[in-house]
């Protein structure tokens, strides 16, 4: 088990970045898969992008496929998604997740998750 903490959401006009990052505690961090997912009332939590253990693969939704990079830094225990030209339907909470074995974009599949971070995005 992981127990991940996020930060760096905020309030943003369109077309402007912001970097999310995902804390982790746990001596296994770099064994993990790591995903974001988001999330706004009244719809399903959402896949946004995850990333292997070994960092070298990738995978994103089509929503943010070129704006967003997800990234991960296993020496400080760390997930971070990258998030330029950002939208006014990017606007959710976002929440980093962990699963054993390999990226994932089911949701179901993830079994730690953090407690989300919010991001406005504002017209």
């Known amino acids: 088990q992981v127990q991940l903490v996020e930060s760096g959401g905020g309030l943003v006009q369109a077309g402007e970045s912001l970097r999310l990052s995902c804390a982790a505690s746990?001596?296994?961090?770099?064994?993990?898969?790591m995903g974001w997912f988001r999330q706004t009332p009244g719809k399903e939590r959402e896949f946004v992008a995850a990333?292997?253990?070994?960092?070298?693969?990738?995978y994103y939704a089509d929503s943010v496929k070129g704006r967003f990079t997800i990234s991960r830094d296993n020496a400080k225990n760390t997930v971070y998604l990258q998030m330029n030209s950002l939208k006014p339907e990017d606007t959710a909470v976002y929440y980093c997740?962990?699963?054993?074995?390999?990226?994932?974009?089911?949701?179901?599949?993830?079994?730690?998750w953090g407690q989300g971070t919010q991001v406005t995005v504002s017209s």
């Open positions: 997740a962990a699963k054993t074995g390999l990226r994932s974009i089911v949701r179901d599949e993830y079994h730690d």
């Open positions: 746990g001596r296994t961090f770099s064994s993990y898969a």
């Open positions: 990333i292997n253990w070994g960092r070298t693969s990738t």
